[in-house]
């Protein structure tokens, strides 16, 4: 059983930044990835960042905006976004795969939104 809590949602204007926070926590479980998802009104989920012990891959669309790091020894994953734009407005979801069971969690999502 593994629990995510996302933190670090919040409006922020055009071109500004934001960190993002997501910690497991629940049953001793090796994690094998932790990444951040994202959402809009009426479009898909699409992948922003996952990270495992050998790669890390970004979405086409925050290449070179955004920056993920996970600290393996919490099981924590955080997420920089520098040079946010509007159209990166979303429900921003953290997920884990555990590496026994290939189990896919998620959290509860946090809000992003960017305008001016």
């Known amino acids: 059983q593994v629990q995510l809590v996302e933190s670090g949602g919040g409006l922020v204007q055009p071109g500004g930044s934001r960190r993002l926070s997501c910690a497991a926590s629940?049953?001793?479980?090796?994690?094998?990835?932790m990444g951040w998802y994202r959402q809009a009104p009426g479009k898909q989920r699409e992948l922003v960042a996952s990270?495992?012990?050998?790669?890390?891959n970004y979405g086409d669309s925050v290449k070179g905006r955004f920056t993920a790091h996970r600290d393996n020894a919490q099981n924590t994953v955080y997420l920089q976004m520098n040079s946010l734009k509007p159209e990166d407005t979303a429900v921003y979801y953290c997920?884990?795969?555990?590496?026994?069971?290939?189990?896919?969690?998620w959290g509860q999502g946090t809000q992003v939104t960017v305008s001016s």
């Open positions: 990270i495992t012990s050998a790669h890390t």
């Open positions: 997920n884990a795969v555990a590496r026994a069971t290939l189990d896919v969690y």
């Open positions: 629940g049953s001793p479980v090796s994690i094998y990835a």
